[in-house]
């Protein structure tokens, strides 16, 4: 596969018919945005998108349309607005999943196909398990696989964030991929119905997904994959306390298609910074969803989506695509 080269924007826009100059920016926006969400709805990324979507609607004095185009592993909602007209009222409300389908050989294009926007939030992920489980800390379980080898069982949804969160604890950890069993699952609900039952020993989960059964203590959240504690978890260390030297988040964004003026994504970044640097919107997302707000406008946000890329492309070496 090749990677996907990235092509400056400019401010004419290719239509039907011929190019025509883009609005004056003092214009932008004056009809509704559609933001494309490539998950069904009730997800995480469902839920937190939905809610960037309120806020900026708020900001901009603009309706937002937060629209599910779901299926394909998020690849058709992305390939929708790929495919978009580039001039601002088309978003992509996304994470890793850009770079992941494409590493994993499902989309023949990565996060490079797009322009970014603007990174909002980080949402902390944790490793857990089911409250009877005989591992109660993340420390615990390089020795048990240690000691039960390829019983044990470890769930994720193939290419997307788990899978590579796992691939990135067995490095750090210090486990061999060869020694464990990775178990596919369509989706979070199938993992934690199979961990609930027995049926594999370890998924990869955060608060949006996982909140309630820590809380209920169905499951055991194991650490915290972060620098800090999570205030909703606070006798839940970090995996860097445990020795295990690893921060996973889940981080997600905004991006519009390929040509989208730098002047028209810049608005909308200085709306959401208007409604994003607001303690109670702040303490509200990491309380509630384990998700830190980190706001990186387009060039910042290009520079984190590389270094990104090449960590993931590292560690889908140790994936067989066969």
Known sequence: MRRAVAVCACMILAVPGGAVPVQAEEDYPDRAIRLVIPFGPGGATDVLFRRVADWLETSLDTPIDPVNVSGDAAIRGAS?????????????????????????????????AFAPVAL????????????????????GIAPYVAKHGDNVR?????????????????EEAGIDQDQVALVGYPDTASQIAALMTGEIDFSMLNLPSG????????????????????PTLPSVPTLQEQGIDMVNTTDRGLFAPL???IERRDVLVSALLQVLDDDMHRQRLEREFGTRIHVQSSGDYSRVLDEQFRRLEELAKAIDFD
């Open 80 to 112: 929708d607005v790929k495919e978009a007209t580039p001039d601002g009222y088309t978003l992509l409300g996304s994470h890793q999943t850009l770079s992941l389908s494409y590493l994993y050989g499902k989309a023949d294009f990565s996060y490079e």
């Open 120 to 139: 909002l939030m980080r949402t902390i992920n944790i490793p857990a398990t089911r409250a009877d489980h005989p591992v109660d800390a993340a420390d």
């Open 154 to 170: 470890f769930g994720m949804i193939e290419g997307s964030t788990d899978h590579f969160f796992w691939l990135h604890f067995f």
């Open 211 to 230: 909140g309630e059964l820590f809380a209920s203590g169905t499951l055991t959240p194991l650490g915290v994959a972060d620098t800090q504690r999570l």
């Open 259 to 261: 040509g989208t003026p």
